[in-house]
């Protein structure tokens, strides 16, 4: 073992080797020296942990450490924040980054960003501008609202109008409506930051207008409709109505508020896909402040749109938290480009991936289901079973809770490997693949997917199996 140990290179032995020297041409030194040093570390290791054990190497090959080195490196070289493939079927996947951008929204970030820009300065009057205004007119014409605004997520946009509208005041809202979504936004929290007196009225499952009306009183500052996004209470139920609200709220002269969540411009009812207001028809309710996200059904970037009056919004605009909360100029740009592409709302179904994914025809899925099976069953691996089924996509993204979207997924098993390897092995893999496991099967839905990434996963699919670890079990 000492012996072993002694023969180890040294760090300045290997940066010597002509592989390494290869390397440190291309790579950061620091990087290749760490990588180095725990290609040694991890072979000292191995030494020490088989010392005594029969079998034992007799000498040590240093390619066999630089090798290590090399991978140690190409690892180290990754990106954290890389893209992957998303085979699970949820559309807006939080956790996979909500919506992917359209080519349209793509472009504008790159030649705004490439370049100075009029972001806060009016070009035809030659003085200072405002950022607002590259979006306010297109979310105006899209939507009816009088006036409108965005900043940097939704959850901001509700910060920013509780602040604005009922800072000390009491915000009343339904017990049913004080939800959580995806863990770290709860209602009742933001409204505590938001310096707004929480003040619930009615039942889990029914609330009534006289419920509101009860409660007001003179420090009264706001009635509050929340879209209870991620869940559904079904059965013996009563929720008022945005509409009956915004009413009572113009008898009582009292602003109303409703955090719409997701917030569709297309009508995805008539796709059959859920039953929820398009964000005009929610316009038409009534309401004074409409607030929703620009990533989850809009399907752009990471965003939160605040609609409404122009009297209330300058208020919204001139409060001080909202310099804090802004949108920056890669996000205007991705949203003044998506909102423009809502023009033409045929062409936003294709051209814009989430609503595509959303509303592509079932045989289009079933065409994918085919590639991706017929790329797989041609990899002719023993033990390998591929078989196509009827699943559900979901939208994800805390929309449209109940919608559910009929679809074809490939389901893969293998003889000697568990669907948990597999999908580990998968996951691990490079680009990564995600997938779901279904009754010991790995399943790919294919409504996440385009063609490039079905090519993609039948590689990934071909290296994975014909690791020899998959052979020895
Ligand atoms: C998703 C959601 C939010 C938070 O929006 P983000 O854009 O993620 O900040 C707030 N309210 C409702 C009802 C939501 O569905």
Redesign the pocket.
């Known amino acids: 073992m000492k012996e072993l140990l002694r023969q180890l290179p040294s760090v300045d032995e290997l940066l010597k080797h002509d592989r390494i020297r290869h390397l440190l041409e291309t790579h950061p030194r620091v990087l290749v020296l760490e990588a180095i040093r725990k290609a040694l570390d991890s072979r000292r290791k191995s030494i020490l942990e088989s010392a005594g054990k029969s079998g034992q190497d007799r000498e040590i090959p240093v390619s066999g450490i630089v090798s290590h080195a090399e991978e140690i490196l190409a690892r180290l070289m990754e990106p954290s924040l890389r893209p992957l493939i998303n085979a699970t079927g949820v559309v807006v996947h939080t956790n996979l980054g909500r919506s992917i951008l359209s080519e349209a929204a793509i472009e504008r970030i790159i030649a705004v960003n490439r370049s100075y820009s009029n972001l806060e300065y009016d070009i035809s009057a030659g003085e200072r501008g405002k950022r607002h205004t590259h979006i306010e007119g297109i979310l105006s014409r899209l939507t009816g609202s009088e006036a409108a605004t965005a900043v940097n997520?939704?959850?901001?946009?509700?910060l920013l109008c509780l602040n604005t509208l009922a800072r000390g005041k009491e915000v009343i809202v339904s017990r049913g409506e004080l939800?959580e979504?995806?863990g770290s936004?709860r209602?009742p929290e933001v409204m505590e930051r938001s310096g707004a007196i929480l003040r619930e009225v009615g039942a889990t499952n029914k609330t009534h207008l006289k419920d509101y009306e009860k409660a007001i009183n003179e420090n009264t500052g706001l009635l509050l409709k929340?879209?209870?996004?991620?869940y559904k209470i079904v059965g013996f139920t009563k929720e008022v109505t945005p509409a009956e609200l915004a009413g009572l709220g113009k008898k009582k002269n009292i602003p109303v508020m409703w955090?719409?969540?997701?917030g569709s411009l297309l009508d995805l009812a008539s796709y059959g896909i859920g039953d929820e207001p398009t964000v005009r028809q929610a316009m038409d309710a009534g309401v004074d402040v409409l607030?929703f996200?620009?990533?989850?059904l809009l399907g752009g970037p990471?965003?939160?749109m605040i609609l409404g009056g122009k009297k209330h919004l300058d208020a919204i605009r001139s409060n001080p938290l909202a310099r804090a909360l802004r949108i920056d100029k890669m996000t205007l740009a991705a949203l003044e480009a998506t909102l423009g592409q809502y023009l033409d709302m045929e062409k936003a179904t294709r051209d814009i991936p989430t609503l595509w994914m959303l509303t592509q025809p079932l045989a289009e899925v079933q065409r994918k289901a085919d590639l991706l099976a017929a790329g797989i069953n041609g990899l002719s691996m023993p033990g390998l079973a591929v078989s196509i089924h009827d699943d559900l996509s979901q939208t994800g993204?805390?929309?449209l809770p109940t919608g559910k979207l009929p679809t074809r997924v490939v389901a893969v098993s293998h003889k000697t490997l568990s669907a948990n390897e597999m999908e580990s092995r998968l996951r691990l893999g490079s680009p990564a693949v995600i997938t779901r496991i279904k009754e010991g099967m790995v399943l790919f839905d294919p409504r996440t997917l385009n063609d490039s990434e079905i090519g993609k996963i039948v590689e990934s699919m071909g290296k994975i199996l014909q690791d020899p670890a998959t052979l020895v079990r």
């Open positions: 997520n939704n959850a901001a946009a509700v939800v979504i995806g936004f209602v929340v879209h209870t996004s991620n955090d719409l969540g997701s607030t996200s620009g990533d989850k990471q965003a939160g993204g805390g929309a």
